[in-house]
């Protein structure tokens, strides 16, 4: 992340607008105990916290913005805030689910290989990393303007943004056993989105 993050300036844009609903993780409940404690990692302004909230799951919601863990602090109490460019604030062995929905794909080669790791260590064995990234399509949008930093990583606007393709999800969950990847293609804030999902088990 660069300080477009740190200093707020997404949700200082956003927080007054609803994002539509799009609550993919529906689709994978068969996947779900329903049970134990979720981290909802880039919470946002927590719409993926309420849905584990109501599946049974207590849910730690963690985010960089304080904007947006204000807002989430209105139905969930247990809040924290994070920078995933650092060690992630929890012990060994912590959350049953890991969660992180179009919160990940910001990050260096060097410090999403580091993120991943960090997710499978605070990950009981077998709990699942669930979430989703932006697929490489949003280069269409950003091409005029982005440049290029390392392979699928750009610099756009004052922030850096990586794209996935189908591959990059593999390699960077190689560390997981994957269950699941599969293309979608939503509306977030009036323009279209196409981002991947996947859904992995811890070793």
Known sequence: ??????????????????PEDDMWIDEYREY???NG?????????????????????DVISSDISKIALNKVKEFNNNI??????????????????????????????????????????????????IGSVNGIQGYEYIKDTAKEIDYHYYFNKGKYIRL???????????IFDLLKVEEKETK?????KNYIVFISKNR
């Open 80 to 129: 924290i805030k994070c920078d995933m460019r650092k060690s992630l604030p929890f012990e060994d062995n912590k959350f049953d689910v890991v969660f992180a929905n179009l919160s990940i794909h910001y990050f260096s080669d060097k410090e999403t290989k580091k993120l991943m790791n960090e997710i499978k260590r605070i990950l009981k064995t077998d709990g699942l990393f």
């Open 1 to 18: 992340m660069s300080d477009y993050f740190g200093n707020d300036e997404y949700w200082k844009k956003h927080i007054n607008e609803e």
């Open 188 to 192: 977030r804030f009036g323009h279209n």
């Open 32 to 34: 779900f105990s329903n």
């Open 37 to 57: 404690l979720c981290l909802d990692l880039g919470c946002g302004i927590g719409q993926f916290t309420k849905r584990f909230m109501a599946y049974g799951y």
């Open 164 to 174: 996935f393709d189908v591959d990059d999800v593999k390699k960077y969950l190689n």
